[in-house]
């Protein structure tokens, strides 16, 4: 099979690769940190950036090992990936508040796995509050309470 890219669409295809790895706990300065799972194909991608002039993109250590450099973690990827974070943060800050106040509410030994119709719509209602005020004040008004509920 033979497959042909131009140098914009290689230099994406290293953006997806470096994003990919991010979200699977890689740090572009530190190949070590690049999971088993992932680190061949993504050597192989990232030593085949000269090939298809994205050179620029990459860099080596002194293992040979392939990394993304700044100029690839930086601009159109860093802002993807701050908004990745963000929305992560946000959906789970939520999610978990939520799920959190419905178990305070209904009894903490029922799984909110196997929640009912009305458990559920509750649950809902619980996340819109949470998602009103996120997108309202943001953290402003979040307290943690060390050792107690308020």
Known sequence: MKVSFTQKEFSRLLELVHLGLYVTG??????????ERYAAIAQKTFGLAELFGCAHLVESDVNGQFFPNEKLTEGKAREEL???????????????????????????????????EAD??????????????????????????RGGQG
Not at 26 to 35: H, K, L, Q
Not at 89 to 100: D, G, I, N, P, S
């Open 26 to 35: 890689a740090r572009p300065d530190d190949p070590a940190t690049m999971a």
């Open 82 to 116: 701050d908004g990745f974070i963000d929305d992560v943060f946000w959906t789970e800050l939520a999610c978990r508040l939520a799920a959190r106040d419905l178990r305070s509410e209904i009894g903490g030994t029922k799984a909110l796995e196997a929640l009912s």
């Open 120 to 145: 559920e719509s509750r649950l809902d209602a619980i996340e819109d509050t949470y998602w009103r005020e996120f997108e309202t004040h943001g953290v402003d008004h979040l307290v943690v309470l």
